[in-house]
């Protein structure tokens, strides 16, 4: 007894000592069995807990309503037998009547007892009909209410108590194809659905009861069952039409069943139509699925654009301190490089567009201006940790929005380009390289988009971004296009190439990030618009950093864990394109021994 009940104490919590925790050594395939079995073990105690809560749920009302209706049920079972006082009255009035008749001689008939003539009314049987039935149908619900309870921790007590994983695997995947094929879900969802039955008679009951007292109360509880019942059936049929209404009733997928049988059947009458085989197909699929597969499938797939930007605003607005919001923030980058990128630019443009949104909705530029400020503030108080991830995980959304689109980069508020040029300049290198690769791209992405002094006169907030990046280098903005996006190159590497020396080591994700920066930076570049004097510029620049290598292979050996030599490599392999673009008499400003004469 103690054992079970500490078994069961232990399904709930999810804690049943199974194979995941004894890996067994001697197996190989050891490893894999436990993390089936733990995996397993997450989704059957979360089952194993909503089904409890429900039923507990169950149990509580069941209860409650049992007691209701034994109360009522005691009154009207009175009405299905003869009163024993009016029995009483009747035979005294029969016993005097007789005494009269002998005082005065005449022989008087006796009447049949009240015993043998008594029917009840009508409305008292159907009252107890109802009634009886109503608690039955409770009792009942209770009894199945435990039952689950007791299969729950029958199943979890087998699948996760044997004694290696791989056993332990096999049993539990046995027993919860049981689950699956013996419809366990779908009968936990739809005891609550005799609960409900319950209540109807009832309610049924106490208006037949009533009319037979009085007419006026019986009305007035009639009209109130009515209403009370008409909501119920909106409450069942609404999700039906509606797959996002949250009202439901256990009679809703049973009604959803039963419309799509009702569909196919009348379809398949006209199905030698390959229009009308076409409709049937996704009916059947969905029957298929289920109601509940169904409505999952409906909600990744209607309306993504509205429902995904519904939920970014839902996550910012939950946000209620910096760590969280740099949490979000730096989620950015992950999430406009996956899924339909047209759909999820337009998300992060909602979030950083004020036209876009209603005044209540959250605002991402004022919390990344809030972010990067509290990087370029940071008082002593402030964990230098903690400032350098702050700092590296803005500055990388940034960059990651300017290279998902250029129109985005113009939402950016103008004082969030001034902090992080200011961090561009930074005493920790990690910082100023990442604030570095940020503005790169962000004035890449604008010069990409608008040309022309025209464009940007068409777009002022564009031109005020990207003043507020170049800062003194203003003069880029009177080069041709293709000039200043080399010069933007030229500059990137002479900027880097200053805080290498401060650099201790050059760490994988610093190296990724020079380099995914030069390819953007390279990118959609052509020969014939740089000018000679431009690609003079870009190719002294690449040439001092391969100068840079050899200045040191007389001072230490292992070459390999230099950082000019990690920052040369990269530098080469993402310019490549750009300098075989060079003319002849630029490229020969390169040492003989770059990659670009490989």
Request: aromatic share 8%; with cysteine.
């Amino acid at each position: 007894m103690d054992s079970t009940s500490k078994t069961d104490r232990d399904a709930e919590k999810g804690t049943v000592p199974g194979a995941h925790d004894r890996p067994d050594s001697a197996d190989p395939s050891s490893k894999m069995w436990a993390l089936c079995i733990l995996k397993a073990n997450e989704h059957d105690t979360a089952m194993v807990k909503r089904w409890k809560a429900d039923m507990d749920g169950i149990l509580i009302y069941t209860g409650v309503f049992s007691v209701t209706v034994a109360a009522f049920v005691l009154e009207s079972i009175k009405l299905l037998q003869p009163d024993s006082s009016a029995v009483t009255a009747q035979l005294l009035r029969q016993a005097t009547q007789q005494l009269a008749a002998i005082s005065n001689g005449v022989q008087l008939v006796t009447p049949p007892t009240t015993d043998d003539t008594f029917r009840p009314p009508r409305h008292a049987v159907r009252v107890n009909i109802l009634w009886f039935l109503s608690l039955c149908l409770s009792l009942s619900c209770a009894l199945l209410a435990t039952l689950v309870q007791q299969w729950t921790r029958r199943y979890f007590r087998l699948a996760h108590t044997d004694t290696t994983p791989m056993r332990c695997v096999r049993t539990r995947t046995y027993l919860f194809d049981g689950v699956k094929s013996f419809r366990t879900r779908w009968v936990v969802e739809n005891i609550s659905l005799m609960m409900h039955a319950a209540i109807f008679l009832f309610f049924a009951g106490l208006v037949e009861f009533l009319f037979a007292i009085n007419d006026e109360v019986a009305t007035v509880i009639l009209v109130t069952v009515c209403i009370f019942g008409a909501v119920y059936i909106f409450l069942t049929a609404f999700p039906v039409l509606y797959y996002q209404c949250p009202y439901q009733t256990p009679l809703t997928s049973s009604i959803w069943y039963t419309v799509h049988y009702i569909s196919i059947g009348a379809l398949w009458l006209f199905s030698c139509s390959k229009r009308i085989q076409a409709t049937i197909q996704p009916l059947r699929e969905n029957v298929r699925k289920g109601y509940y597969n169904h409505l999952v499938d409906v909600a990744k797939d209607d309306e993504e654009l509205q429902i995904d930007e519904k939920a970014l605003k839902s996550a910012l607005t939950s946000c209620s301190d910096d760590s969280q919001l740099e949490t979000f923030v730096d989620a950015i980058p992950g999430y406009l490089r996956g899924g339909k990128k047209s759909y999820r630019i337009q998300n992060i443009r909602s979030l950083l567009n004020k036209q876009m949104n209603d005044p209540d909705d959250p605002q991402l530029s004022p919390h990344l201006d809030l972010l990067l400020t509290s990087c370029v503030d940071a008082d002593i108080s402030m964990d230098k940790g903690l400032r350098r991830q702050r700092a590296i995980t803005c500055a990388r959304a940034i960059g990651e929005i300017s290279k998902a689109s250029a129109d985005l980069t113009t939402y950016l508020p103008i004082a969030t380009c001034g902090k992080l040029r200011h961090l561009s300049r930074d005493h920790d290198p990690a910082i100023a390289l990442e604030a570095l690769s940020a503005l790169a791209i962000v004035e890449h992405a604008l010069l990409a988009r608008f040309d022309n002094k025209k464009d940007f006169d068409r777009h002022p907030t564009a031109s005020q971004v990207l003043d507020a990046i170049v800062g003194e280098r203003r003069h880029h903005l009177h080069h041709g296009p293709g000039d200043r996006r080399l010069l933007i190159v030229t500059e990137f590497i002479s900027s880097v190439r200053s805080l290498i020396p401060l650099m201790e080591k050059l760490s994988y994700e610093d190296l990724e990030a020079i380099r995914k920066t030069l390819v953007k930076l390279c990118d959609k570049s052509d020969r014939e618009e740089f000018s000679p004097d431009a690609q003079r510029k870009f190719a002294e620049k690449l040439a001092e950093v391969m100068r840079d290598v050899g200045e040191v292979k007389a001072e230490d050996q292992q070459l390999s864990k230099l950082p000019i030599l990690a920052f040369q490599r990269a530098v080469e392999l993402a310019t490549l394109e750009l300098v075989n673009a060079l003319e002849v008499e630029f490229k020969d400003l390169l040492p003989k021994g770059s990659i670009a004469f490989i």
